[in-house]
């Protein structure tokens, strides 16, 4: 099983990043995911998840709808489409798969299978 994210870089304040996780070995439409992220010397902290039977969604409050999560079963990838980015956005991102179940969790120990992580950097 192998979770791979991108779509990390550098952007500036107010711009948009759409962040890829693709699986192999894996169907993420059978799965819940998620997508956190960690802030240097911070804890790892959920972002957006989806569950996988009705397509369910969370967003942690401090997005204030600035971001989305989808996903394309066909492609077997989701997506964090990410709008009005700002420096406080700054962090690696991983996407997560919490195999077995269809319900996601904003726990990251609930989560079997993690991404390598991207880098997002949101300065000016």
């Known amino acids: 099983v192998q979770l791979q994210a991108s779509g990390g870089g550098s952007v500036q304040p107010g711009g948009s990043l759409r962040l890829s996780c693709a699986a192999s070995?894996?169907?993420?439409?059978?799965?819940?995911i998620g997508w956190f992220r960690q802030r240097p010397g911070r804890e790892r902290e959920a972002v957006a998840c989806?569950?996988?039977?009705?397509?369910?969604?969370y967003y942690a409050d401090f997005l204030k709808g600035r971001f989305t999560i989808s996903r394309d079963n066909t492609k077997n990838t989701v997506y964090l489409q990410m709008n009005s980015v700002e420096p406080e956005d700054t962090a690696v991102y991983f996407c997560?798969?919490?195999?077995?179940?269809?319900?996601?969790?904003?726990?990251?120990?609930?989560?079997?299978?993690w991404g390598q992580g991207t880098l997002v950097t949101v300065s000016s």
């Open positions: 989806i569950s996988s039977v009705d397509g369910t969604t």
């Open positions: 070995g894996v169907s993420l439409g059978d799965n819940a």
């Open positions: 997560a798969a919490r195999y077995g179940s269809n319900m996601y969790a904003r726990v990251p120990s609930e989560y079997t299978y």
